[in-house]
Each structure stands twice: as structure tokens, then as C-alpha cells.
């Protein structure tokens, strides 16, 4: 009896252990699987999406840039007060009122494209009559708080709209354009910095498009580069310091008579030392003038010693 008590006792504690076995043995296995699992899981995971769980995501290249602000342009613009008068005079005598009355109508929507140009800060009209203040002011009719009028001797000589920026707008981008040619695209990339530290000087050639009464492109597109054969329009700077007694001098003239530019391209390199370019190709002028009506008694002072050219340039700098 003995005997079997001792075998039963061993018989149970052989199957205690038996059981305690394979139950450690089973959670041993499930835990690695459980270890396995999640091993697999992070894995899966790619590491662009690890990487974002602990640093914040680079914002995309849209959403880094930012408008810069808009360069604060004063414009200086001059015209004249033609009228039924002129037709008496050897400069208009053989034209008509009509004409008359449609180049005067072209100065005025030149004049209200350039104040309603985004870039531009200020247009400062220079005169020496007060008639056509008054025409002036009759006619515009948008943006009115950017016109400053200005009296000076003579409107009519280049020189002037030079005295003018390096009188009043020093430090300032100054812009001499004639009534009849706007600023249009571009503008906005303008920096004030670049043209102060590389003395730089832009003297524009304009482009011509569909306006109200014809077809400028076809009689007006000359920034092409086969196209081009020195004709400018729109002087860009920053006038900074005095301007040379030379300078004054050598710009003299009036500004109605042909290769006037191309004089003030030479002096403004040879005497300025300025970087004279013409990114025509970025900057965008356009030239009103439908009615064809023109002073005939305009003659052409330049020379080949004093003929500055600026080819139409895609760049800035």
C-alpha cells in the first residue's frame, strides 16, 4: 500500500510539474509573438512618418514665400496745354482741332494709367503755367491724393526733371517718364537697395499694345532685341549726393528733340558713373500715342561722340 502511495504522490507532482511547464512555456511564446508584433509594426511604419512624430513638418516652398512689399516709386511727369491756338504755330499748323483735342485726350490717360499703377507713390507734375493745372485737374479723376503739383522755370528743358529728383527726392526711386508712356508689369521687382549700392540707372524702352483708339504694338514695340535701334523713354534711379555741374551742363537741352537719351545715356555713364541698363524685357512701359500728332519742328542734337546705347537686357543687376 505504501508502495503505491509513493507512486501516486510521485505520479501527481510529475503532472504538477508537467502542467507548470507547459503553461510558462505557452506565455513565453505568446509574449515573444507580442515582442514580434509590434517589432513589425515599427518597422512598417516609413521613416518620413517616424520623423514627423518628433519634429514639426517643413512648411512647403508656397508657404515660405512671402510678398515683398511694393517699391515706392514717385513719378515725374510734365505736359503741355495744347490748343486750337497751336494750329497758328509752325509745330502743329498742319494739324487739326481734332488731333489737338486726341493728343491731349492720350496725355491724360497716360497720366491716369501711371497714377493708378500700384507702385506708384507719388506723381509729381511739373509746370510753369497754371492753365494746365487747372486742365489737369479738371480731367483726372482716380487717385488724386498721389498728384503733386509743382512749379519750376521751365518744364520743357531735360535738365529740369534731373534738378527736380536731386532736389526733392533724395534717397527716393525717382522716375522721369513722359505724360504719354505708363508703367505696366513688373514693376514690383523693382529694389531700391540694388539701384543704390550698384548705382544702378534704368532708361526703359517701351512696349506698345492694343489701347482704346488703335493698335500701339504694331508702330510702338521697340524693347526687341532686332528691333532695337536706341530709342528710349523712362529714366529709373535713386538720386543720391549732389549732381555734378557736368552733368547739368551736358543735359541742357530741351527735352522734345530727338537722341536726347541717347546724350543722357553717355553722360550718366561717363560723368554719373552709373551702371546705365535697359531691362525693358522686365520692365514694362507702354507708349499712347494713336493720334499720331507731332511737333514738326523737332531736329536731332546727338553726335557719335555723345550717343549712348543700352540694348534690351532681361536682368536687373
Not at 514627423?52 to 513638418?57: A, D, G, I, S
Not at 489701347?211 to 508702330?219: A, T
Not at 535697359?278 to 511737333?295: A, G, Q, T
Request: charged share 25%; aromatic share 10%.
Amino acid at each position: 500500500m505504501k508502495s503505491k502511495a509513493v507512486v501516486l504522490i510521485i505520479f501527481l507532482l510529475v503532472l504538477v510539474l508537467t502542467i507548470i511547464y507547459v503553461y510558462n512555456l505557452t506565455n513565453h511564446s505568446e509574449y515573444n509573438k507580442g515582442e514580434i508584433k509590434t517589432d513589425h509594426a515599427q518597422e512598417s511604419v516609413p521613416s518620413h512618418q517616424a520623423m514627423m512624430t518628433f519634429k514639426k513638418p517643413i512648411p512647403s516652398r508656397q508657404k515660405m514665400t512671402t510678398r515683398q512689399p511694393l517699391p515706392k516709386i514717385h513719378a515725374i511727369v510734365t505736359m503741355p496745354l495744347l490748343t486750337k491756338k497751336d494750329l497758328q504755330t509752325k509745330k502743329y499748323k498742319t494739324s487739326t482741332i481734332e488731333k489737338i483735342k486726341e493728343r491731349m485726350s492720350e496725355f491724360i490717360t497716360g497720366l491716369q494709367n501711371t497714377l493708378n499703377h500700384e507702385c506708384i507713390y507719388r506723381v509729381h507734375f511739373l509746370y510753369n503755367e497754371s492753365d494746365v493745372v487747372d486742365y489737369v485737374k479738371a480731367h483726372v479723376t482716380t487717385n488724386t491724393a498721389k498728384l503733386v503739383f509743382n512749379r519750376v522755370e521751365d518744364p520743357r528743358k531735360h535738365i529740369t526733371y534731373f534738378d527736380f529728383a536731386y532736389e526733392k527726392l533724395q534717397g527716393e526711386i525717382a522716375m522721369y517718364t513722359p505724360i504719354d508712356v505708363y508703367p505696366g508689369e513688373g514693376f514690383e521687382l523693382i529694389n531700391k537697395d540694388d539701384l543704390i549700392s550698384k548705382k544702378l540707372m534704368y532708361i526703359l524702352t517701351r512696349h506698345g499694345k492694343q489701347e482704346k483708339n488703335c493698335d500701339m504694338g504694331k508702330i510702338s514695340n521697340n524693347c526687341d532685341r532686332k528691333l532695337y535701334f536706341g530709342s528710349h523713354d523712362s529714366y529709373i534711379f535713386v538720386p543720391n549726393g549732389p549732381l555734378s555741374p557736368q552733368i547739368r551742363k551736358a543735359l541742357n537741352f530741351w527735352s522734345i528733340v530727338w537722341g536726347q537719351e541717347n546724350i543722357a545715356i553717355h553722360t550718366f555713364r561717363n560723368l554719373g558713373h552709373f551702371k546705365v541698363t535697359n531691362p525693358c524685357e522686365v520692365l514694362f512701359i507702354y507708349h499712347i500715342h494713336c493720334s499720331n500728332l507731332r511737333d514738326t519742328t523737332r531736329y536731332r542734337i546727338n553726335t557719335k561722340a555723345n550717343t549712348g546705347m543700352a540694348p534690351p537686357t532681361d536682368t536687373l543687376t
